[in-house]
């Protein structure tokens, strides 16, 4: 027995769930000055439009340079850094999360923390390795006290997510948690549209993508974890078929 399904029974042994027959796999940052407050303007205000000029990066270590000098107002000023990516970058699956926790922003990496293991675990189910799949996120620096980022913190980062997909050029999307989902497909409700495939327009490209259920919250409802195995084994199906 390989390891990735050895993982996969050891996962499902929890719930006592049966196992269905898996296919073989083919092969701190410097505080700004807080702004100054204007009749029509808080502090808590923040830009909706980046000053970079993404357009001109052509490259992902260059996307991670001007993440890391962008100041994102507030959302940067209470983090310690950006956190860009980590895995496989020309993968065919890009995993796109929602925001740093506390351990992302310790270690500058995307899900590594108890979310981040489990969700290794359960592409493990589906014999992913750690060379079969890329992750990042919506929102690349941790909003105060692990709260969900705003709206308009999301549009601020869109354009970093945006050229992050286009310069990763991935097959598929793999939309983890429901403001991931929102952020990329206008959808919201991750209870009702979780495992539907939906379509992913980036610079003229169209990419399938599957939203899934956040680790997180699997953790806090592990009955769902039946409903998360299904989606899994959509997106290894529509894997083997590329």
Known sequence: ??????????????????????????????????????????????????????????????????????????????????????????????????APGRDEDIQGKPFVGRSGQLLDRMLGAIALGEDDFYVTNVVNWRPPQNRNP????????????????????????????????????????????HGQWQDVTIAGTTYPALPLYHPAFLLRRPELKKDAWRDLLSLREKLLSL
Request: glycine share 8%; net charge neutral.
């Open 1 to 98: 027995m390989d390891a990735a399904l050895r993982s996969l029974l050891d996962w499902y042994a929890e719930m006592g769930v049966d196992v269905p027959k898996v296919p073989d796999a083919r092969p701190m940052r410097a505080k700004r000055p807080a702004p100054t407050a204007t009749p029509k303007e808080t502090p808590s205000t923040v830009t909706a439009v980046p000053k970079t000029d993404l357009s001109k990066v052509k490259t992902l270590d260059a996307l991670r340079e001007a993440m890391n000098g962008f100041d994102a107002g507030a959302l940067s000023d209470g983090a310690r850094q950006a956190v860009f990516a980590r895995g496989n970058p020309e993968a065919n699956l890009m995993v796109i999360g929602e």
């Open 150 to 193: 705003k709206p308009d913190e999301i549009e601020l980062c869109r354009p970093f997510i945006e050229k992050h997909i286009e310069l990763a050029q991935p097959k598929i999307l793999l939309l983890v948690g429901g403001i991931s989902m929102t952020a990329l497909t206008g959808l919201t409700g991750i209870m009702k549209n």
